[in-house]
């Protein structure tokens, strides 16, 4: 079936250490996203990416880092420069660029930083 | 920029009551809004979606949406509650750039 696969579902880090949410997609989307969720305060955009070697910051993209050297792949990298990482990630995608479309959406990824 | 306010941040409702989530929305322009759902450490799933044609939107699991102009709102309806519907829902805008904006959202408690 197609749809948005993230991974890993729970991740643990310790303070200092950089860790890669992988997010993959087999809808043939052109867009896709990655948003934090804590509670209380929705869901934020971290960054999006319209096109293959192509994205943007969204609200809160520092301490954030991303690649998209594949259509269906959306990888973030949160880095030790992110001062509160502990949260819930989302990864998304749409079909279309123009924002027409709805977003999709993975399962999620919770990172706890101990 | 769009912004969307969710009114009721915690909503509680008897089993077989009506439900009814408010959303309100900023836009200078004609949006595309959304309603989703989410339940406990999962992603959103989309309920419905309104993108211009009627303004009175049926999504799944007998939720329903309406959209007023006049009122800049997009509140989700649902006539008689069940406890599956226990869930946290959130109201999102998308204008033609490629953005989607979020409510906090509202988590729905249904009483036995």
């Known amino acids: 079936d197609g749809g948005i696969t993230q991974s890993p579902k729970y991740l643990f880090r310790k303070e200092g250490q950089n860790v890669t949410l992988s997010c993959e997609q087999n809808?043939?989307?052109?867009?896709m996203y990655w948003y934090r969720q804590d509670p209380g305060q929705g869901l934020r955009l971290i960054y999006y990416?319209?096109?293959?070697?192509?994205?943007q910051k969204g609200d809160i993209a520092e301490g954030y880092s991303v690649s998209r050297e594949k259509k269906e792949s959306f990888p973030l990298t949160v880095t030790s420069a992110q001062k509160n990482p502990t949260a819930f990630y989302l990864c998304?995608?749409?079909?279309?660029?123009?924002?027409?479309?709805?977003?999709?959406f993975g399962e999620g990824s919770r990172l706890t930083v101990l | 920029a769009q912004s969307v306010t969710q009114l009721g941040s915690h909503v509680s409702v008897s089993e077989g009551a009506l439900v009814l989530l408010r959303c309100n929305y900023s836009?200078?322009?004609?949006?595309?809004l959304f309603w989703y759902v989410q339940y406990p450490n999962q992603g959103l799933q989309l309920l419905l979606k309104?993108?211009?044609?009627?303004?009175l939107v049926k999504g799944i699991n007998g939720f329903e949406a309406e959209f007023k102009k006049s009122e800049t709102s997009f509140h989700l309806t649902k006539p008689s509650a069940h406890m599956s519907d226990a869930a946290e829902y959130f109201c999102?805008?998308?204008?033609?750039?490629?953005?989607?904006?979020f409510g906090t959202g509202t988590s729905l408690t249904v009483i036995p």
């Open positions: 809808l043939n989307h052109d867009a």
């Open positions: 998304a995608s749409s079909i279309f660029a123009g924002g027409t479309g709805e977003l999709f």
């Open positions: 309104y993108t211009s044609a009627a303004t």
């Open positions: 999102a805008v998308s204008d033609t750039g490629n953005q989607f904006y």
């Open positions: 990416s319209q096109i293959v070697n192509d994205f």
């Open positions: 836009s200078s322009v004609p949006p595309y």
